[in-house]
């Protein structure tokens, strides 16, 4: 029996719960390495990024900072100008320490980028990204993120903490719809 999800369609799994844990226990190593003796700002933007990053600092041996960011996108027309305005809230505390920012899913890049940006202005010593999905395709700026789980391509995918735009977070994996399925690839 499919689980609920309240998405339209027949599901299909893109990535396994199984295969989400190998990959996140992988990361999370790695950026235990990286971050030795350290502390880290977690930062997680939200909404899709809230699974990826609490499995990953559960497994993290140095002291660890959780905040949680939601940007807001909008376009305002200015004469003959359109222009993307990004904002994000709440504040984020890092006093000069190094972060970590968390997605769900890397895709344009711009709002990271910006977020990037930001972070680094308000004094950040680094700033890092990892996303458990890295939809390159769709890149619109040159960013590549330091940690990630897995490359995909342009369609549709919900579950573990993603969804459209509130169904289907609750899966422990990665899915699509049948009918999207013949057009999406994990690798």
């Known amino acids: 029996m499919q689980p609920e ?3 339209p369609g027949t599901l299909q799994t893109v990535l396994t719960t199984d295969q989400i844990q190998r990959r996140v226990t992988d990361i999370a190593r790695q950026i235990n390495t990286d971050y030795h003796g350290k502390t880290l700002y977690a930062v997680c933007v939200l909404e899709d990024g809230f699974m990826f990053m609490s499995d990953i600092v559960r497994q993290l041996d140095m002291p660890v900072i959780c905040q949680f960011l939601k940007p807001y ?15 994000f809230a709440p504040e984020v505390e890092i006093d000069g320490g190094d972060v970590l920012l968390f997605q769900g899913v890397l895709q344009s890049g711009i709002t990271t980028e910006f977020l990037m940006r930001n972070l680094s202005a308000r004094g950040a010593t680094s700033v890092k990204i990892a996303t458990l999905l890295d939809r390159q395709t769709g890149r619109r700026v040159m960013l590549q993120p330091d940690y990630f789980g897995f490359l995909v391509d342009d369609n549709f995918v919900f579950g573990y903490g993603m969804g459209a735009p509130k169904m289907g977070r609750n899966l422990p994996f990665v899915a699509t719809t049948k009918e999207a399925a013949s057009r999406t690839s994990v690798k």
């Open 73 to 87: 996108i909008h376009e305002v027309q200015q004469g003959d100008v359109l222009t993307t305005e990004i904002k």
């Open 5 to 7: 999800t309240g998405i």
